[in-house]
């Protein structure tokens, strides 16, 4: 009843019906969005298992860095990671993130370890 008395009114009037053809519009991409939920979250999961694998090095060196700082660090080395500048981004990502985490109170010698730590886990054991 609700769907014959909506159908009948964009009958009648030219903004009703606008109104229908662009909510059917924003349903139709609503629908679109669907199919990239599973892979979004999926992204979404690698990136936060990558972070935790970060700082399970980090904690496996009784290394302590602020959550802040461990996040702010990790996606700022996306950066430089993401230019593939060499195979594998080898070298681009081990100094960056080591230079991120000497800037964030770390001792040189800790981040470099934890660096390398993480790299041999995330990067040569995925």
Known sequence: MVERTWERAGL???RIRQGQQAL???VEQAR???????????ALLNWALDVA?????LWALDVGV???????????????????????????????LSALLVLNGLPSASAIA???RYRAVSFWAG
């Open 12 to 14: 009648r009037s030219r």
């Open 24 to 26: 059917a519009r924003l």
């Open 32 to 42: 679109g969005l669907r199919a990239w939920w599973r892979p979004f979250t999926l």
């Open 53 to 57: 694998c970060l700082a399970a090095a």
């Open 66 to 96: 602020p959550c802040h700082g461990l996040l702010l660090a990790y996606a700022l080395t996306q950066i430089p990671g993401s230019l593939r500048l060499t195979p594998g981004s080898l070298g681009v990502v081990e100094t960056s």
């Open 114 to 116: 934890a660096t390398l």
